[in-house]
């Protein structure tokens, strides 16, 4: 399994965890960005520099992963794509996306995005919390637990 972040959007707490959890649990994890990231040395971490433009992030991770990959993002569409192929998305506010959930959420995005073009509603999302970061940390626990013991 090699975990690969969305790292254009990342959280520092939530890059923090993953990159604690690649160390302590000896997992690969891809930083993948279009502008250089900061990430700490270990031959279990790496960074990923592609062009830049719209979604080239997501179009590399999704052109590399794997069915037993993890990928972790906020980018809806992204998540999508992740859970087509089989993979598994996990946003930085801990929701695991699945089969069952993808497309609903993705509807609302969709809807969302609609209503701020037309002015109905303003805003993106609250900042972190942390019940949210503690979310993510027990996701991102039970599936690499799930991924080693296999």
């Known amino acids: 399994m090699n975990i690969w972040i969305d790292g254009d959007a990342c959280p520092k707490p939530i890059k923090q965890i993953l990159f604690r959890a690649a160390v302590k649990r000896r997992v690969m994890v891809m ?3 279009n502008h250089l990231v900061t990430i700490p040395p270990s031959p279990f971490i ?25 990928v ?7 998540a999508d794509e992740v859970v087509e192929k089989k993979a598994i998305a996990l946003s930085p506010r801990g929701m695991l996306y699945t089969s069952n959930n993808i497309k609903p959420i993705l509807t609302m995005r969709h809807m969302n995005e609609s209503l701020r073009e037309s002015g109905l509603i303003r805003g993106g999302l609250e900042a972190l919390s942390l019940k949210e970061i503690q979310s993510f940390s027990n996701h991102l626990d039970r599936i690499i637990t799930s991924a080693q013991s296999r």
Do not use: H, N, P
Request: hydrophobic letters at 45%.
């Open 31 to 33: 930083m993948v960005a």
């Open 46 to 70: 790496k960074r990923v520099q592609v062009e830049s433009g719209f979604d080239k992030a997501d179009k590399y991770i999704v052109s590399q992963i794997e069915t037993s990959d993890l």
């Open 72 to 78: 972790i993002t906020a980018d809806i569409i992204l």
